[in-house]
Each structure stands twice: as C-alpha cells, then as structure tokens.
C-alpha cells in the first residue's frame, strides 16, 4: 500500500497546484480587466482633450480679425496657437501615446500569465492521469499479490 498512498499523495499535491494556478488565472483576468476599462477612460480622455483643443483653436481664429489693432490680442492669439498646436498638445500627445504603449504592454504581459497558467494546468492533468494509471496497477498489482499469497 506505501507506493499507492506515496501516488496518491502527488496526484493530491497536483490536483492542489490546479487549484492555485486557476486563482492566479482569475486574478490576471481581474486585473486585466480592470487594465481595459482604465484603457478604454484614457482613449475617452484622449479624444475629449483633442476635440476641446480644437474647439479653441478654431475659437482663436475668432481674435484674428481684431490683432491687427489690438497688440494684447495678437501677444494672446500667438501664445494661445503655440500651446494648443505646439509644445503643449505634444507633451499631452507624448503622454497619451506613452500611456497607450504601456498599457498595451501590460494586457499582453497578462495574457501570457494566463497561457503559462493554463499550460502548466494542461501538464499537471496530464500527470494526473498518469498517475491514476500507476495507482490503477499498483493496485492491480497488490490485489494480484494478494491473491497469489492466499493460494
């Protein structure tokens, strides 16, 4: 009976380790998750910003006619068009593609937690049923042994 309960005792340490390997599967699935609707808010943001930088730009249009006798409206028109189609809509830009980019990173780095769970699921129930036929014939074995020691 030792080398049955010995098989027994790695079926059970197998089944175990499926058992934790599918609660990290859920909390990848968790996380990602919850990493797409985070992503989903940011490309919101990123069109609400873009369509409000445009909004006033085209608004900044609106000072050019009076530029020309106003030296405060052309001094506001100038750095206004510098911020929203320069420097400032860059780094605003910069952010939100770099954001987007880590993002996208961290779902794949996700998925590939969850392939190298259910991988290591698909060995462990492989194991498994090699052991269920190991302890099929020890026990065949002993019954046989049994038997032959009866006659």
Not at 40 to 48: I, K, L, R
Not at 112 to 141: F, H, Y
């Amino acid at each position: 009976m030792d080398i049955v309960n010995e098989l027994v005792r790695r079926r059970s340490v197998c089944e175990q380790e499926i058992t934790e390997q599918n609660q990290k599967i859920r909390g990848y699935e968790r996380a990602y998750e919850s990493l797409r609707q985070f992503d989903g808010a940011v490309n919101t943001a990123q069109n609400n910003f873009q369509n409000v930088n445009t909004v006033k730009l085209n608004r900044t249009s609106e000072l050019s006619s009076i530029t020309v006798s106003c030296r405060t409206a052309q001094l506001y028109l100038e750095g206004s068009q510098r911020t929203l189609n320069g420097f400032g809509a860059k780094i605003v830009g910069a952010a939100f593609t770099g954001l987007d980019v880590m993002i996208r990173l961290k779902l794949g780095e996700y998925r590939l937690k969850i392939q190298n769970c259910e991988n290591r699921i698909s060995s462990l129930e492989r194991s498994i049923d090699s052991l269920n036929n190991m302890i099929d014939t020890a026990r065949e074995e002993q019954e046989k042994a049994a038997r032959e020691a009866k006659q």
